[in-house]
């Protein structure tokens, strides 16, 4: 996640790309799979995401990639949350918690990366050409 400030009205997909940490075709394939999230388009049909577009999608982010939910189960939590007006987080708590998120991911590809690497080392020990140092 970028340290983009929010502070305008309209944000571009790349914009809200990079500050959600999430690729331009997800963006574009969350909007037809949740009814809520429809950015408005200008003249030349580029979205433009307000504010509470870019708080739904680190929501839908939170719930798919951190709760585990599947689409359905994310669309029906989102509407669940709805009705109880469950939605009233805040932007800046949901990017926080989005940070902890990418960090713990980012953590873990690194912890992945380093058993791969010792893997590697295993069979050159096995064959003595590692024994020596």
Known sequence: MKGIPIKKLYYSIGEVSQLT?????VLRYWETEFPDLRPKKNSAGNRLYTLEDIRLVFLIKRLLYVDKYTIEGARQRLK????SRQLELSLEDLRRDDLLFEVKRTLEEILRTLDDGEGALRPEEESGRGAAR
Do not use: V
């Open 21 to 25: 940490s999430l690729e331009p075709y």
């Open 80 to 83: 669940r949350m709805r009705s």
